[in-house]
């Protein structure tokens, strides 16, 4: 079992910044894929980013290129999501998940572990 909680949302204008953090706990952080995902109001799940094991192939959806940026320390069994020139459709509750390293990382059936999320709300 992996234990995640998310951290670090609230209430930003328009063209400001987060960063989210994921801490894990439980198994090896250091073995699972990490990615975050989002879902608005009456809207279904969106993919946003992930990264693999050791800090390589981030990948990002479309609404997040060239502006979010995913990260993570396993010393610290932590994943991050920097997020900048924030929009009010980036509004939604962000979720971290964890999952094996391999597969299609976009899509959120290939996560086992997912945290109880964080809410983004992005003012104009």
């Known amino acids: 079992q992996v234990q995640l909680v998310e951290s670090g949302g609230g209430l930003v204008q328009a063209g400001g910044s987060l960063r989210l953090s994921c801490a894990a706990s439980g198994r090896t952080f250091s073995v699972y894929r990490m990615g975050w995902f989002r879902q608005a109001p009456g809207k279904e799940r969106e993919f946003v980013a992930y990264?693999?094991?050791?800090?390589?192939?981030?990948y990002y959806g479309d609404s997040a290129k060239g502006r979010f940026t995913i990260s993570r320390d396993n010393a610290k069994n932590t994943v991050y999501l920097q997020m900048n020139s924030l929009k009010p459709e980036d509004t939604a509750d962000y979720y971290c998940?964890?999952?094996?390293?391999?597969?299609?990382?976009?899509?959120?059936?290939?996560?086992?572990?997912w945290g109880q999320g964080t809410q983004v709300t992005v003012s104009l």
């Open positions: 990264i693999g094991w050791c800090g390589s192939s981030p």
């Open positions: 998940a964890a999952g094996p390293d391999y597969g299609l990382g976009h899509l959120a059936e290939n996560y086992d572990y």
